[in-house]
């Protein structure tokens, strides 16, 4: 059997993945090589469903709750298992409490626990909730170690569309570029930055809550810390605004001060595809199976979605759309 995957970010890699993985002869095609065109790029990768369900539906929780198994048997060794650390401001304690009423699977954590936790943030933070089922991995590592594994497995990538009736099977996963002529799939802008500061130490993925923008802070190692990101619902495609890099730059000074005079490595916006229920579809018309909407969860469901996309490759699933 031979697919075609359209699309080389987390979606389209992780469907080759599988499918290859069940014995299919795969073709990648993607006109933007090196993913700097992909959403998946500026991704936070945190594999995080019970604090995703505090504003996601159930599904997101009951789809995503192995995404740490799944991505440890595709890439041994990239997953980092130290939990999710969710903190306010003093003044916005009340947010903490209300994250917390629409979530399970988290420890509520005093001032010295959060300091035994994360020793840079002692003395900052009154309470905290502490997910310890969570995980997260670094998006950049996986997307090229997931091609590298794939080419050595004999996948083939190509910048140049091939001829689709040499192929089974086509797999869309071009996400954002299907805004327009997918019905209902509409785009959410993303931005974030990357500090680098030799003053601050995370282990773990931090969030922290504010009533109008809540952000996430997540090490990447040697000093450097992802900070992001925002959820605009609009579709412009033009770089990080002055608002956008106050408002992280502001949240990543609540966290620490030390931040402030972290150097700013570099920013960056992206469109997320999502579809109205925020949840991913997969579709089957004829040989052609698409998967979209993947919105703020790509690296999260990712895995259990190409699953269901191999399941209907290879006639073990249902046909048509996959709802939650």
């Not at 002869?25 to 945190?46: R, T």
């Not at 799944?70 to 999710?84: D, Q, S, Y």
């Amino acid at each position: 059997m031979r697919v075609l995957v359209k699309g080389a970010g987390v979606a389209g890699l992780t469907v080759a993945h599988e499918v290859g993985a069940r014995g299919a002869e795969v073709a990648v095609f993607d006109p933007n090589p090196g993913f700097l065109a992909a959403a998946s790029w500026l991704a936070g990768g945190m594999l995080a469903p019970w604090c995703e369900r505090e504003s996601a539906d159930e599904a997101v929780l009951r789809q995503g709750q192995d995404a740490p198994d799944r991505w440890e048997a595709i890439l041994p060794g990239e997953v980092r298992r130290n939990g999710t650390l969710v903190l306010a401001p003093a003044r916005d304690q009340g947010e903490l409490k209300r994250f917390a009423g629409r979530t399970t699977g988290y420890d509520w954590l005093d001032e010295q626990q959060i300091a035994i936790l994360e020793p840079s943030l002692a003395g900052r933070f009154r309470q905290g909730l502490f997910f310890p089922r969570e995980a997260d991995l670094n998006p950049r590592r996986a997307l090229t170690a997931l091609h590298s594994k794939l080419t050595a497995r004999g996948a083939i990538f190509g910048e140049t569309s091939p001829n689709e009736q040499d192929f089974d099977h086509i797999v869309d996963c071009t996400g954002a570029a299907r805004i327009g002529e997918t019905g209902s799939l509409r785009g959410v802008r993303g931005e974030m930055l990357y500090l680098r500061s030799d003053e601050i130490s995370l282990d773990r993925p931090v969030r922290l809550l504010h009533p109008r923008i809540p952000v996430y802070i997540v090490p990447r190692g040697d000093g450097l810390f992802m900070v992001g990101a925002t959820m605009i619902e609009t579709e412009f495609q033009g770089p990080v605004t002055a608002r956008s890099l106050m408002e992280l730059l502001n949240a990543a000074y609540a966290l620490h001060p030390a931040f402030a005079d972290a150097a700013v490595v570099e920013t960056g916006a992206g469109i997320r595809p999502a579809f109205p229920d925020n949840f991913p579809r997969v579709e089957r018309r004829g040989k052609l199976v698409s998967l979209n909407g993947l919105y703020r969860h790509g690296f999260l469901l990712a895995p259990a979605m190409a699953a269901k996309v191999a399941d209907i490759v290879f006639n073990t699933g249902i046909a048509g759309g996959l709802t939650p």
